[in-house]
């Protein structure tokens, strides 16, 4: 195993505070103006009225689905669960 000099250290420290800045202080805030905007200008209150009175039927479709998809291993039953909600709640 080589040893990590210390040149190497620190420019990945200089490195990980660049890219956190950058995160925080340029690309985050770009980011949540350019949502809201799009937010605020296709805003349709009966659309999301809509959505939250769906919410009660879509929770009772995707606990059936996971019922039915419980008996498959991990990765293919969380695929196989995904594949179907996707297709019930196209319906």
Partial sequence: MSKIKLGDLISIIIRAIVIIYLWFNLISPLVTKFLMKLINKNFNFAQVEELTFLFPEFKEMIS????????????????????????????
């Fill in 64 to 91: 059936f689905i996971w019922g039915m998809n419980s008996n498959y291993p991990t990765v293919k039953g969380f695929f196989r669960f995904i594949k179907d909600s996707l297709i019930l709640l196209m319906r």
